[in-house]
């Protein structure tokens, strides 16, 4: 629970007790009070900001006891400076404000002119303007200001409930006084909030998506005439911000720029802090960041509702309707955030995932880029559903949208891996075809030009397997970080399938396989398939001990498929790829005295006999009622 420590502070005989005395009695005391009061800590009341427990420190301005004033300054959370008179309130200019500085206190101070009830003029808005603005002007650690009188108790809960809210809601960080603007960091938290709850993105909010923020932010409708008022008070102010569609960005920047000049900053602390903004206006890093584990074996992905959100989120964006998100428009979906997250721009994205005939990513691609993202950098995913505005009824938040697959530890076991995201490696000698493995798996158009593949490069899509289900396949090729990442245990831990490829019709592609399996052992615990590119061309036998298919017969496993990147039939090649991270044990060099998995076969046997055990009860019965 939040705690707010105030230290009273000002000259002798300005008032610092009878205010004090006055709130926690609710009287004016005549007789003399003692010179410091004791502390005093008063318990969370309903209608004090945050729900705070606030504790108030006397202190003395007399020159011995400044030891302890500095001491209670440096504690404080908010400053209570009380003056009453002319003398009193030039100190607070000349020693006051100077001093707290010197001792490097930096927290808001609330200017506080006592005993108005000795006022000739009373204690009108204007006196308050008039007096205290110049000083307000030079000291910005001034949040408010007011007049009080404990004689009259006029204003004494105010004072305090404003010490508790330049602490809870604290305007420095809004608003500037000086410029008479609301700051860039708070103009760009409110963009994000105005950007967020335009649904519709039109760039307005109509009445319906005013009234969605007002019950979001403050859990109750806008009153009959509410609604007008907002709007004629903003057509008054800025003039063309109230259009056909509704307020645009400006109207609501204005709004809240209102409630700050008039002292109603806690109006936007309330809507930033609904948006999960802290102090320093940044979102919480909680809320950024959330508690999410992948095991050791298991891998996350985005869950129906992670897709669901990411598909409406394309679909809104896509303003032409032409299938594909255009610069101008991923630029308007990415408002909300720090740009592109740095690992899409590391794969050079869009070219890493699924493009129309414009060059722009479709919803395939999209949902690909995600479900890739997903797989290598949840954490990262996480953090851009929360920018995005992702919300959830589920008390995990942004980690709704993800799961966690299951653990898979044997792959050399029959049966299915429970997860709907794969990693591939595609390995091979340089010039194998790998590059043009990529470029059709994205269904790019075939080029004879040959450019080596330096940094890895990834490409994602979405594979149907038989029977009409979906997955999606990451295809990676290595580059010359290709040694260090076969060398590395958790890379080849979290790759579900190697795709060994050579070209066929040069004589010494084979071999680099061969060499490759030779030096690194451990590729031998993951499944892999064998193929040979460039089939479009004249064959030519490889100069290695085995030829491919005799190679692969001494494994006991399947023979090379022949394919080309120009054959439209390549596509059953990634078909089988995604079947065989499904099925990975089918995917396994079988030894001879390996154990025939007879599972299918003993179902259709006992399929079999519950058949024939039916068909006999079912003839007994008609033999016995005949």
């Known amino acids: 629970m939040a705690t707010v420590r105030i230290c009273v502070c000002g000259d002798e005989g300005v008032g610092k007790s009878s205010i004090i005395t006055n709130l926690v009695k609710d009287v004016f005391v005549t007789a003399k009070l003692q010179p410091v009061l004791p502390q005093v800590t008063l318990p969370p009341t309903l209608g004090t900001p945050e729900n705070v427990t606030t504790i108030i420190v006397d202190t003395s301005a007399v020159p011995h006891e400044r030891h302890a004033l500095r001491k209670e300054l440096r504690k404080s959370n908010v400053i209570l400076l009380v003056y009453s008179d002319h003398y009193s309130y030039e100190r607070v200019a000349l020693f006051w404000m100077p001093y707290f500085r010197s001792l490097g206190v930096n927290v808001p101070v609330v200017l506080c ?18 007096e205290m603005l110049p000083v307000m002007n030079e000291f910005k650690e001034i949040d408010s200001c007011i007049r009080t009188s404990a004689k009259d108790h006029h ?26 603007a609301l700051k860039p960091a708070a103009i760009s938290a409110l963009q994000r909030v105005f950007h967020l709850c335009d649904t519709d993105k039109d760039g307005y909010w109509n009445d319906s998506e005013i009234h969605d923020f007002q019950l979001k932010c403050f859990e109750k409708p806008l009153g009959g005439d509410d609604l007008f008022n907002i709007k004629k008070s903003i057509e008054r102010f800025l003039p063309g911000s109230m259009g056909e569609g509704g307020m645009d960005e400006r109207g609501f920047l204005l709004l809240n720029k209102i409630f700050a000049e008039k002292g109603r900053h806690e109006t936007i602390w309330i809507i930033l802090r609904k948006f999960k903004y802290t102090d320093s206006l940044s979102l919480q890093d909680q809320f950024l960041r959330p508690k999410f584990d992948v095991p050791q074996y298991s891998s996350a992905e985005l869950s129906p509702v992670g897709y ?15 299938g594909g998100l255009d610069d101008s428009e991923l630029v308007a979906l990415f408002a909300p955030t720090p740009g592109i997250p740095p690992s899409w721009v590391d794969s050079a994205f869009p070219s890493c995932t699924v493009r129309n005939e414009a060059g722009y990513i479709t919803l395939q691609g999209w949902l690909a880029q995600w479900s890739m993202t997903t797989f290598e950098e949840p954490k990262t995913t996480l953090e851009y559903l929360a920018y995005l505005g992702f919300e959830s009824t589920d008390r995990g938040g942004t980690t709704a949208a993800l799961k966690v697959t299951k653990a ?47 940094k890895p490069r990834s490409a994602v899509n979405s594979v149907e397997l038989k029977g009409g ?29 190697l795709c060994y490829t050579y070209d066929s019709s040069e004589p010494d592609s084979f071999a680099h396989i061969v060499e490759l399996r030779k030096k690194y052992p451990d590729l031998d615990h993951l499944p892999a398939v064998y193929t040979a590119l460039k089939a479009d061309q004249d064959k030519t036998m490889q100069r290695s001990e085995q030829q491919p298919d005799e190679y692969t017969s001494a494994l006991n496993m399947s023979a090379p498929l022949h394919v080309s990147a120009t054959w439209s039939s390549i596509q059953e090649l990634f078909v089988h790829l995604a079947e065989s991270a499904t099925y990975p044990s089918t995917a396994f060099p079988k030894t001879d005295d390996e154990p025939t998995d007879n599972s299918n076969l003993y179902i259709a046997l006992g399929a079999v006999a519950c058949a024939a055990a039916s068909a006999i009860f079912i003839w007994r019965r008609h033999v016995s009622s005949s």
């Not at 204003?155 to 008479?180: G, R, W």
């Not at 669901?308 to 303003?319: N, S, W």
């Not at 396949?473 to 579900?496: Q, T, W």
Request: charged letters at 25%.
């Open 408 to 454: 898979r530890k044997r792959r050399n076991r029959p049966g299915r891996v429970e997860r709907n995201v794969f990693l591939c490696y595609v390995l091979g000698a340089s010039g194998s075809g790998k590059s043009a493995l990529l470029s059709a798996f994205l269904q790019r158009p075939f080029t004879h030009m040959y450019h080596p593949t330096i």
């Open 469 to 497: 289900k979906q997955c999606y396949l990451i295809l990676e090729e290595l580059g010359e970080l290709e040694p260090a990442i076969l060398e590395n245990k958790a890379k080849l831990d979290a790759c579900d399938l």
């Open 113 to 130: 002119a006592n005993k108005s009830d000795l006022q000739s003029n009373g204690p009108t808005s204007q006196v308050v303007a008039e």
């Open 308 to 322: 669901r959100f990411f598909a409406d989120l394309f679909l809104v964006f896509d303003k032409n309707n032409d």
């Open 155 to 180: 204003n004494i809960n105010e004072v305090f409930f404003l010490c508790q809210k330049a602490v809870t809601h604290p305007i420095a960080p809004l608003y500037d006084s000086k410029e008479a």
